[in-house]
């Protein structure tokens, strides 16, 4: 299995741009997770998935932004307009009640966004 | 979920065990004690959990005291590749289970 995929890995756009991350879970996994990582508030859960639908969005920062997972397969975490403070890693994850290790959290590679 | 407190830093010779310490006072009798590491710029990778019992696993090894107060996560016998932050989390299992990672403790192997 590739594990969890991330595209892009590094992104640098400039600010009021818009900006989308993409994620691929781990093929059967159930839960979606997306976590924001900067060195002055660590990792952070952003918004988790079950089954396609949002469940948690509480640690979303504000309506700049926004995920959405129109399918098994695929999610998105969209930023507009970003800004400067947005810049951080961006880390995916997935997980499946069904696996072996249920509830193990699979990390893809991260992007790293970088708003001018 | 409980909060729990690592030191801040540790070292560790190639070739000997690291015994990372985690204090969760705090913790439930639902909640478990998971540990993740992250080794620069990649995303967190899992290693290991348990409830109340000793764990061990190909990775490492799980120590948790009779009072579940505290725990220690054990490399038995440490490379240059385990150089991380390691993180202690305790929560509930289950996917509904939050991972909230503190700070974390930086481990450096060194030769």
């Known amino acids: 299995d590739a594990g969890v995929i991330q595209s892009p890995r590094h992104e640098v756009t400039e600010m009021g741009q818009e900006v989308t991350l993409r994620c691929k879970p781990i093929?059967?996994?159930?839960?979606l997770f997306w976590y924001r990582q900067t060195m002055m508030r660590g990792l952070e859960l952003l918004i988790y998935?079950?089954?396609?639908?949002?469940?948690?969005d509480s640690g979303m920062p504000e309506d700049r932004f926004s995920a959405k997972m129109p399918n098994a397969s695929f999610s998105t975490l969209k930023i507009q307009p970003s800004e400067p403070r947005d810049s951080a890693v961006y880390f995916c994850?997935?997980?499946?009640?069904?696996?072996?290790?249920?509830?193990?959290?699979?990390f893809g590679p991260g992007t790293r966004l970088t708003v001018l | 979920d409980a909060k729990t407190t690592q030191p801040t830093s540790m070292d560790c010779a190639e070739g000997r065990a690291a015994n990372l310490p985690c204090n969760h006072s705090?913790?439930?009798?639902?909640?478990?004690v998971y540990w993740y590491r992250q080794i620069h710029s990649q995303g967190p990778q899992y290693i290991i959990h348990?409830?109340?019992n000793n764990e061990t696993n190909e990775m490492a090894s799980l120590i948790i005291t009779e009072d579940r107060k505290s725990s220690t996560l054990i490399l038995p016998h440490a490379t240059l590749r385990d150089t991380a932050v390691y993180y202690c989390?305790?929560?509930?299992?289950?996917?509904?289970?939050?991972?909230?990672f503190g700070q974390g403790t930086t481990l450096q192997v060194k030769p």
């Open positions: 705090t913790i439930s009798g639902n909640e478990y």
């Open positions: 093929s059967g996994h159930d839960y």
């Open positions: 998935f079950n089954n396609n639908v949002p469940i948690d």
């Open positions: 348990g409830l109340k």
């Open positions: 989390i305790v929560r509930i299992r289950g996917n509904t289970g939050k991972l909230i």
């Open positions: 994850a997935s997980s499946s009640d069904a696996a072996d290790r249920t509830d193990t959290q699979y």
